[in-house]
């Protein structure tokens, strides 16, 4: 069975940092795409980075871009997720996500239980 | 980036109604989309991909439809537990977005 666990989430003041960690498990995690997905407090899906197999490949929204890097540890299957000067309107749950196997990210076939990131001083 | 617009943004239904949610991409998107459930409380999880291909698992009631910039998510009769709310998402670039929501609430 599947399995994606994040941790790492909490409460942090503007402008600071905090690093989501996703512990993967029930597959061969070096084999498939990685995401990052949030959602606001009772808001829609904001897709915020995914990342290939090797980690050659790595995109992000726009909102996040120069902030925020995600990386992975095949030898761990850990997912992680840096994230830098941090905002009020970053506040939301964060979801780890498992993409496809093939050579191009996109569905999220499988979804951790999310971490909450709170930003407020 | 492709913005995704889904129509309408709540819809209220009865058990066994046929429903239809509607997601409009700004640009072509070709059949690259996905439909989601979130159930709530849940993490979301995924009903279709490539417009129209069923995910394993998910009852048949549930179908999609479209390609271009139109789509559409049918449930032919409504049961208890897809009281929820439904999400597409475009992949055909690699800068995702998924649409606001349609929350389907008990009539």
């Known amino acids: 069975e599947v399995q994606l666990v994040e941790s790492g989430g909490g409460l942090v003041q503007p402008g600071g940092s905090l690093r989501l960690s996703c512990a993967a498990s029930g597959f061969t995690f070096s084999n498939y795409w990685m995401n990052w997905v949030r959602q606001t407090p009772g808001k829609g899906l904001e897709w915020v980075a995914n990342i290939n197999q090797d980690g050659s490949q790595k995109y992000y929204v726009g909102s996040v871009k120069g902030r925020f890097t995600i990386s992975r540890d095949n030898t761990q299957s850990s997912l992680y997720l840096e994230m830098n000067s941090l905002r009020a309107e970053d506040t939301a749950v964060y979801f780890c996500t498992r993409g496809p196997g093939g050579p191009n990210g996109g569905v999220s076939y499988s979804w951790g239980q999310g971490a909450l990131v709170s930003v407020s001083s | 980036d492709i913005q995704m617009t889904q129509s309408p943004s709540t819809l209220s239904a009865s058990v066994g109604d046929r429903i239809t949610i509607t997601c409009r991409a700004s640009?072509?998107?070709?059949?690259?989309l996905a439909w989601y459930q979130q159930r709530a409380g849940k993490a979301p999880k995924v009903l279709i991909y490539r417009a129209s291909s069923l995910e394993s698992g998910v009852p048949s009631r549930f179908s999609g439809s479209g390609s271009g910039t139109e789509f559409t998510l049918t449930i032919s009769s409504l049961q208890p537990d897809d009281f929820a709310t439904y999400y597409c998402?475009?992949?055909?670039?690699?800068?995702?977005?998924f649409g606001g929501g349609t929350k389907v609430e008990i009539k």
């Open positions: 998402q475009q992949y055909i670039s690699y800068s995702l977005t």
């Open positions: 640009q072509s998107v070709d059949t690259w």
